[in-house]
């Protein structure tokens, strides 16, 4: 109960696409604040892009933008990233958070997330 499990993640050329997929066992999915973040090795975990309970709003960090799209579909308890144009700088491992709480300016803070996937890593070569 309360799992996120990530998939979809791989090694792709600098110029192609991945999709993630976060599967939430997350009772009352509908009512979190959805998020994905990226780590490398040694460094703090990056928010890069988030989204409304109803999917209505989104965030997304600004090397990100016009390249990835963050979706969700409720009814299947799903959460998604469309990477495209990946670059060897999105190279990191990609996880999905919860938050029981409405996000706003501040959506990119790991510390409103209470609930985190497992990781999926993504590598981009140039």
């Known amino acids: 109960q309360g799992q996120l499990v990530e998939s979809g993640g791989g090694s792709v050329q600098a110029g192609g696409s991945l999709r993630l997929s976060c599967a939430a066992s997350?009772?009352?999915?509908?009512?979190?604040?959805m998020a994905w973040f990226r780590q490398l090795p040694g460094k703090e975990r990056e928010g890069v892009a988030a989204i409304s309970p109803a999917g209505s709003t989104t965030y997304y960090t600004d090397s990100v933008k016009g390249r990835f799209t963050i979706s969700r579909d409720n009814a299947k308890y799903m959460l998604y990233l469309q990477m495209n144009s990946l670059k060897p700088e999105d190279t990191a491992m990609y996880y999905c958070a919860a938050a029981s709480l409405i996000l706003g300016g501040r959506w990119y803070d790991s510390s409103f997330y209470s609930r985190w996937g497992q990781g999926t890593q993504v590598t981009v070569s140039s």
């Open positions: 997350v009772y009352t999915y509908d009512r979190y604040s």
